[in-house]
């Protein structure tokens, strides 16, 4: 079992739709949960961060965490086309190491059509 | 918000070359450094995590020789990759975490081509 999976995708919406993307991870210790987007030949772009169970809001996206599940989704409301790109999920083991490694999914491509 | 510069965006050199590549944490001091290798339509792949004042932690299977890190400062982190071959040719990306389990930020990204 991989320790961070991601739907494989690639995933397409209709512009003005929600997306909706997610992750599930293997590690019950883990403590902090980050999505970063990454645009074709750019690197990534921390977009959400969340540490605690339920819902956290930032503009058109929203990342929803249950640990409980080891699940963590991130959705895009009011999709547009620069949306368009690869999403990881990235999860981190422990709160009080910082510097311990970022374990990556392999990333779910986004395609929103106009 | 956080900021990390890398430096060069891009480098075309011969084999045999060596390439050092910096990434500099512009509003924060960062703990902790990540260098990363990304191939074309692969994901992101660990090389190495360096803590400033101390030497850096290799990912199994990454050549410490080959791929001098440097992190002489909480600002600072180099990435010298000697006497690079073609094989070496990649998408290098660094990022910096700041104190208190601060999010990992993200540089631009140097893209390494070696002839």
């Known amino acids: 079992q991989k320790e961070v999976e991601q739907n494989s995708g690639p995933l397409s919406v209709p512009e003005g739709a929600i997306a909706s993307l997610n992750c599930t991870y293997s590690?019950?210790?883990?403590?902090?949960f980050f999505w970063y987007r990454q645009y074709s030949g750019k690197s990534p772009e921390l977009i959400m961060s969340?540490?605690?169970?339920g819902d956290k809001e930032d503009g058109r996206f929203t990342a929803q965490l249950n640990k409980a599940s080891q699940y963590v989704s991130l959705l895009i409301r009011d999709s547009q086309p620069s949306d368009s790109a690869t999403y990881l999920c990235?999860?981190?083991?422990?709160?009080?190491?910082?510097?311990?490694?970022?374990?990556f999914g392999e990333g779910t491509q986004l395609t929103v059509n106009p | 918000g956080a900021v990390v510069s890398q430096h060069p965006s891009w480098v075309i050199c011969k084999s045999g070359t060596s390439v050092k590549i910096e990434c500099r944490s512009l509003?924060?001091?960062?703990?902790?450094m990540f260098w990363y290798r990304q191939f074309p339509k692969q994901s992101l792949m660990l090389m190495a995590t360096?803590?400033?004042?101390?030497?850096?932690?290799?990912e199994q299977g990454v050549e410490k020789d080959k791929f001098l890190i440097n992190h002489a400062s909480l600002t600072l982190s180099t990435l010298t990759v000697t006497s690079a071959h073609p094989e070496d040719s990649s998408f290098y990306i660094c990022?910096?975490?700041?104190?208190?389990?601060?999010?990992?930020?993200f540089g631009d990204g140097t893209r390494l081509s070696i002839l």
């Open positions: 990022s910096a975490e700041g104190p208190n389990n601060q999010p990992q930020h």
């Open positions: 360096s803590n400033e004042g101390s030497k850096a932690t290799y």
């Open positions: 590690d019950r210790g883990s403590q902090s």
């Open positions: 509003d924060f001091q960062a703990t902790t």
């Open positions: 969340i540490y605690s169970n």
């Open positions: 990235a999860v981190k083991p422990l709160v009080e190491t910082s510097g311990s490694r970022l374990t």
